[in-house]
Structure formats: C-alpha cells, structure tokens
C-alpha cells in the first residue's frame, strides 16, 4: 500500500525566536511552492516576508531586521541572496537550500534508458490528444506548469497562522516547440513569480470576490440561486449539469471504452439518444437502482467533457445527446450566426408582457419568421422555454406537436450568446404547408420539458395577393395566395396594402445589419411622400412600419419604438399630429 | 452577485459529504437553515 512521504521538519538555528519565526515563515515557503517539487526553489523576497509578517502582527516592531536574522542564522534551510538590491530568501519544499538536498542517483533511470539511444518510432496521434475539450489534457507536446493560480483564500478555523487553499488547479500551458538537445537537459527549476499575501484570518479576504457577496438572511430565493449559480460555477472542483451539483471527484469516470459503446449506440439511434436510454441500455443501470440518478449526472457532466465526440442537445432537466458535427437543424437561406446576429436585438428587451397566461403565448407570424422557418426567442417565449443543462450549450433539440395537422416537428433552440440572440429554428415547412406572414400562433407548454403545442385558427379559406420573394428574381411580388389560417391584419403583407413593395429588391446584408437603414428603407417602401419630389419627406403609421420592416429583418414594436423615438436617430419623429404615425426626414 | 466565502465553503462541505448530486432548489434551503440556525 502507498502512503503519502512525509518529509522530516526542517532543523531551524538561531536563538528561540528566531527559530520560531524560521519556522512560521517556512509554512509560508511551502504554501507558496504546494505544487512545487521537493527540490525546487521557492523563492521570497523580503519584503514580500516582512510584509506578510507586518499583516498578522502588524505590532511586531521591524519585521524586515527580524526576518533577514531569523532566516540567515538558519542557513542549513534557507539561502540568502541579494538580486537587484533586494534580499531574497530561497528554500526548497524538503527544507533544505537548493542544491543541498539528497542526491539521487540518475544514472540508471527508467526514462533515460527507454529514451537512450532515442528509438525510431512515430507515436500515433490518440483521439484524446487531439480533443479539443476545455480541461486539460495530455498532449505529447512540451508542457509547462505555470503558476497555480491562487484566486481565493478560506480562513480556516485552524492554529496555523495562514492558510492558502488554491480552488484552481494548475492551469497548463503549450511551450513552443524549440530544438531539443539530444540528450535531455536537466530539468530547470520553475521559475517563481512574486506573489501578494491575503490576510486570511480577517473576513476581508471575502471582499476579493470580484461581484458583492449576498446576505443570505435578506436576500430572496432567485438572489441565492443565482448567487450559487455565480460562485459554484466558478469552482473548478464541482461539477454541474442544469440545476444539479456534484463534487467533480465524486462524479463517476467512464473508460475510453464506454465512450466508444456509447458513440456506437448514438450512431445506430439515428445521432441521438436521451441520457435515460444511454445510462440503461449502454451502462447498465435500471432507473430504480440506487445509483441511477448519480450514473446520470456523471454521463451529462463527463460526456460534456468530450466536445469531440459529443453535443449536448438537451435541457436543463432532460439529458439529450447527439453525435457531434451533426448537420444542424433549419433554413439554408441563411447562416444560424446570421440570423442569431438579427435576433442580438432581443438581449436587450428580456421584460415579458405583463399578463401572459401561464403556460402560453400568442405569436404573429412575420415575413422573416416565415421566410426562415424562425422563432424569436423573445421575452415572452422565455417564459416557456427551458434552460440549458450547460452554460456554453449551443443549441437544445425540442419537438413542436400541431394538433391541426398531427404532425411533429423537430426544431432546434438555439441559445442566446453574448453577441446574438436566441431563436427556434426548423419550422419552414411547416410555415410553408400551413401559415402566412401574419399568421396567429399559440405555443403552449405540455408536461415535457423540451415538446410544445403549436397552435393556429383554422378558417374557411382566404384569397389574397400576398408578399413573397421571388427567388429566382431576386424580387419580392405578390402572389395570389389561399390560406386558411387566421391572420392579424396589422401583419398581412397585401398588395392593397403596400403596392410600392411590388418588384422591390430585398436590402443588401449590409444595411440589413443596421436597423436604422431598414427603417429607412420601409419609410421609403410604405410611407406617403409629404413633403416634395426635391425634398421628400415620408410619413407612415406605426403598424405598416412594424409589418414592413419586418420584411427584411426581425424588429419587434419595443425596438422600433426605441429606434423612432429614441432620439439617437434624429431623422426620425413623432407626427404630433396624428396618433401612431411617424416622419422620416432625409438628411439633405 | 456571489456568496460570501463562508457560505460558499459551507455549500462545498455538504457537497462534499454528499453522494448523490444537490439541486440548487436544496443548497438554498440548506443555506436558509443555516442562516436560521
């Protein structure tokens, strides 16, 4: 059996106290090399010492004399040395100076002999070491340790003076490839970074969080969740999966193997599987064994782990996986990172309706919507949705059941970023088989998490010239068009309506980009001319604007507001005459 | 918003005693106990 080598306590010198003091201070050396080698330096200046020191006893008369006498009597351990006017003390894990310590003999090592003379081999590349997961893995590229990076420190209720408890691993990383020597080099001593001492006792060290901590006793429920959310999602130690947590140690491992068994099952399931089937089928475990839940955690957590091989496209309560690079879901009119790009607008409205039934929201269908098959993940269909299982998730597969027509369809939700707004892809054909722009939709809840009923009204057949684009033209037009679905009128895209949009060529992406220009654009499209043919101004009503503009890019009613009244656009105003109607005036 | 670093350890010693995975809906109710306590 392996026990852990403890290494004997260094002998201090000096008198009492500065052999007491040799002593704390050593603590200080082996908290600040804790990954260190036995027989690597660690290295403290002075001040850093007298510093740390000044903190605990601030009354303790000139810290700096007491230490540089304190550790220079203890010369066995410690070494003095002086660089750029500044005295440094350096000590190595086992308590001797560097250098000093028991010399192994390394003439036979199990290494040297594989490596020498080097044989002539080419080590094929495993899949783990071309992973692109976000832990660390090995490469069979030179690594080097850099600093562990201590980013926060616990008082402990201890008799030790300090504590540092680092709550990040060491973080690795790739050194350039140089030109090897032959016979490989001694290993060189990891060179030490000054580092700044916390005063651990004192509760201050919570101040170092860099967001305000709550107070658990005021704060309500969604508070203290999101501050668990905040502060356990930054331990590198627990592992999560949607609202679950785990010590990551605690969390099972599976083998290469299972991996590959489960990949295989993924494949002959069509590229997805749901955690449940995955845990049973594949590893073994019934739902009432005692270990079901713990197995299922640990899948989502590690498969997670393994981007290479596997997409988590579930929610944060239903575990779904497919095989990785599958061919996403939705229109090929226009990139998902395109349209994400149009929706960025909604993260900057997340306030739902007031008054929104539980379980359901009412939805009019867009021409952009209905060109590309899309849903905006908007406030009010947030409430609906369910979250990610994980925060960097891409996208989550959800079935919307249409108990008009019987049929399912399997779409996409693809989670908002920092840059793009969320959207539900994959609808085309069914907007394309039932609906027109304008449509009234429902979407209502069921039980599952991740399946939604998709609603419209049925009617009695309607005639219309509608909106289309004409593809092959590059041209919207208007087209006789029957629907039997009901419609909002303020949406419906007629050719009584908005006959100047007739032959009008979409916007180029450019201006599509910039809301400000499609407003433009729709005045130009839709609105009347109240000024002259020299100097045209154009006046339109907000509902026409609404429908219009959302012709060639989403804007819902809050932003078009924002963009007609918020003054950061001055060539747009309220007509103070009319309700609900605006100017547009060109820049001469 | 964050915790304080003592709830934060006190969350980390019930994970860590804890075999099976925690909800946060629990860690609340763990922390509110806590607190009343």
Same mark, same amino acid.
């Given at each position: 059996?392996?026990?852990?080598?403890?290494?004997?306590?260094?002998?201090?010198?000096?008198?009492?106290?500065?052999?007491?003091?040799?002593?704390?201070?050593?603590?200080?050396?082996?908290?600040?090399?804790?990954?260190?080698?036995?027989?690597?330096?660690?290295?403290?200046?002075?001040?850093?010492?007298?510093?740390?020191?000044?903190?605990?006893?601030?009354?303790?008369?000139?810290?700096?004399?007491? @230490?540089?006498?304190?550790?220079?009597?203890?010369?066995?351990?410690?070494?003095?040395?002086?660089?750029?006017?500044?005295?440094?003390? &350096?000590?190595?894990? =086992?308590?001797?100076?560097?250098?000093?310590?028991?010399?192994?003999?390394?003439?036979?090592?199990?290494?040297?002999?594989?490596?020498?003379?080097?044989?002539?081999?080419?080590?094929?590349?495993?899949?783990?070491?071309?992973?692109?997961?976000?832990?660390?893995?090995? &490469?069979?590229?030179?690594?080097?340790?850099?600093?562990?990076? @201590?980013?926060?420190?616990?008082?402990?209720?201890?008799?030790?003076? *300090?504590? &540092?408890?680092?709550?990040?691993?060491?973080?690795?990383?790739?050194?350039?490839?140089?030109?090897?020597?032959?016979?490989?080099?001694?290993?060189?001593?990891?060179?030490?970074?000054?580092?700044?001492?916390?005063? &651990?006792?004192?509760?201050?060290? %919570?101040?170092?969080?860099?967001?305000?901590?709550?107070?658990?006793?005021?704060?309500?429920?969604?508070?203290?969740?999101?501050?668990?959310?905040?502060?356990?999602?930054?331990?590198?130690?627990?592992?999560?999966? $949607?609202?679950?947590?785990?010590?990551?140690?605690?969390?099972?491992?599976?083998?290469?193997?299972?991996?590959?068994?489960?990949?295989?099952?993924?494949?002959?399931?069509?590229?997805?599987?749901?955690?449940?089937?995955?845990?049973?089928?594949?590893?073994?475990?019934?739902?009432? %064994?005692?270990?079901?839940?713990?197995?299922?955690?640990?899948?989502?957590?590690?498969?997670?782990?393994?981007?290479?091989?596997?997409?988590?496209?579930?929610?944060?309560?239903?575990?779904?996986?497919?095989?990785?690079?599958?061919?996403?879901?939705?229109?090929?009119?226009? +990139?998902?990172?395109?349209?994400?790009?149009?929706?960025?607008?909604?993260?900057?409205?997340? !306030?739902?309706?007031?008054?929104?039934?539980?379980? @359901?929201?009412?939805?009019?269908?867009?021409?952009?919507?209905?060109?590309?098959?899309?849903?905006?993940?908007?406030?009010?269909?947030?409430?609906?949705?369910?979250?990610?299982?994980?925060?960097?998730?891409?996208?989550?597969?959800?079935?919307?059941?249409?108990?008009?027509?019987?049929?399912?369809?399997?779409?996409?939700?693809?989670?908002?970023?920092?840059?793009?707004?969320?959207?539900?892809?994959?609808?085309?054909?069914?907007?394309?088989?039932?609906?027109?722009?304008?449509?009234?939709?429902?979407?209502?809840?069921?039980?599952?998490?991740?399946?939604?009923?998709?609603?419209? *009204?049925?009617? =009695?057949?309607?005639?219309?010239?509608?909106?289309?684009?004409?593809?092959? +033209?590059?041209?919207?037009?208007?087209?006789?068009?029957?629907?039997?679905?009901?419609?909002?009128?303020?949406?419906?895209?007629?050719?009584?309506?908005?006959?100047?949009?007739?032959?009008?060529?979409?916007?180029?992406?450019? %201006?599509?980009?910039?809301?400000?220009?499609?407003?433009?654009?729709?005045?130009?499209?839709? $609105?009347?001319?109240? $000024?002259?043919?020299?100097?045209?101004?154009?006046?339109?009503?907000?509902?026409?604007?609404?429908?219009?503009?959302?012709?060639?890019?989403?804007?819902?009613?809050?932003?078009?507001?924002?963009?007609?009244?918020?003054? !950061?656009?001055?060539? *747009?105003?309220?007509?103070?005459?009319?309700?609900?109607?605006?100017?547009?005036?060109?820049?001469? | 918003?964050?915790?304080?670093?003592?709830?934060?350890?006190?969350?980390? #010693?019930?994970?860590?005693?804890?075999?099976?995975?925690?909800? #946060?809906?629990?860690?609340?109710?763990?922390?509110?106990?806590?607190?009343?306590?």
């Amino acid at each position: 059996m392996q026990t852990e080598q403890k290494a004997p306590a260094p002998e201090f010198t000096g008198n009492a106290k500065q052999k007491e003091l040799a002593g704390r201070l050593f603590r200080v050396f082996e908290a600040r090399g804790r990954f260190f080698s036995n027989t690597a330096p660690i290295r403290l200046t002075l001040s850093q010492l007298a510093e740390f020191m000044q903190q605990q006893e601030p009354d303790g008369g000139d810290w700096a004399k007491q @230490i540089d006498t304190a550790l220079s009597a203890s010369s066995n351990v410690y070494l003095r040395e002086e660089e750029d006017g500044e005295v440094v003390f &350096v000590t190595t894990r =086992s308590g001797q100076t560097p250098g000093n310590g028991p010399q192994v003999d390394q003439s036979h090592t199990l290494g040297k002999r594989f490596a020498t003379p080097e044989p002539k081999r080419s080590i094929p590349q495993t899949r783990r070491a071309t992973s692109s997961r976000s832990t660390p893995s090995i &490469v069979d590229s030179p690594m080097t340790p850099t600093e562990p990076s @201590i980013s926060r420190t616990y008082p402990i209720a201890d008799e030790s003076p *300090f504590v &540092v408890v680092p709550t990040t691993l060491p973080t690795f990383v790739e050194r350039p490839v140089e030109d090897e020597p032959e016979v490989a080099a001694p290993v060189e001593p990891i060179p030490v970074s000054p580092i700044d001492f916390e005063p &651990v006792a004192a509760p201050a060290a %919570a101040s170092a969080s860099p967001s305000a901590a709550i107070d658990v006793a005021t704060a309500d429920d969604e508070q203290i969740a999101e501050a668990i959310r905040e502060s356990l999602g930054q331990e590198i130690s627990v592992a999560r999966w $949607g609202d679950l947590w785990m010590m990551e140690d605690r969390a099972q491992r599976f083998s290469r193997g299972d991996l590959r068994r489960i990949e295989d099952f993924l494949r002959e399931q069509g590229g997805i599987a749901t955690d449940e089937d995955i845990v049973q089928d594949i590893l073994g475990v019934r739902s009432n %064994a005692p270990e079901y839940a713990t197995t299922r955690f640990a899948l989502n957590y590690r498969l997670s782990r393994e981007t290479r091989e596997f997409e988590y496209v579930g929610t944060s309560t239903d575990g779904v996986w497919s095989l990785s690079n599958q061919p996403s879901i939705g229109t090929t009119r226009r +990139k998902p990172s395109e349209i994400g790009q149009d929706y960025r607008f909604l993260l900057d409205y997340r !306030t739902p309706d007031e008054g929104l039934e539980e379980g @359901i929201i009412e939805h009019i269908l867009s021409f952009y919507e209905y060109t590309y098959g899309v849903l905006p993940l908007d406030a009010n269909l947030a409430t609906l949705l369910p979250s990610a299982g994980f925060a960097d998730q891409r996208a989550a597969r959800l079935t919307f059941e249409s108990p008009q027509t019987g049929e399912t369809i399997v779409t996409e939700l693809r989670f908002p970023t920092s840059n793009r707004g969320g959207f539900i892809a994959g609808l085309e054909q069914f907007y394309a088989d039932n609906l027109v722009p304008g449509a009234v939709l429902t979407i209502e809840r069921t039980d599952k998490p991740n399946h939604f009923l998709l609603e419209y *009204f049925q009617v =009695s057949g309607e005639d219309r010239k509608l909106l289309h684009l004409d593809e092959r +033209k590059g041209k919207y037009a208007f087209r006789s068009t029957t629907y039997y679905c009901a419609t909002q009128d303020d949406f419906l895209l007629t050719e009584g309506r908005f006959p100047k949009l007739a032959d009008v060529k979409p916007l180029d992406d450019r %201006a599509r980009r910039r809301p400000e220009q499609v407003v433009q654009a729709t005045f130009e499209r839709v $609105g009347e001319n109240i $000024g002259s043919a020299d100097l045209a101004i154009y006046s339109a009503s907000f509902s026409d604007l609404l429908a219009a503009a959302n012709v060639e890019r989403p804007i819902s009613a809050e932003y078009l507001r924002d963009i007609l009244t918020s003054g !950061t656009y001055p060539e *747009f105003s309220a007509d103070e005459s009319s309700e609900d109607v605006y100017i547009y005036q060109p820049a001469s | 918003m964050t915790l304080n670093d003592s709830d934060l350890m006190y969350l980390l #010693t019930l994970l860590r005693s804890s075999e099976q995975p925690m909800s #946060t809906a629990q860690l609340i109710e763990a922390l509110k106990e806590r607190n009343r306590s």
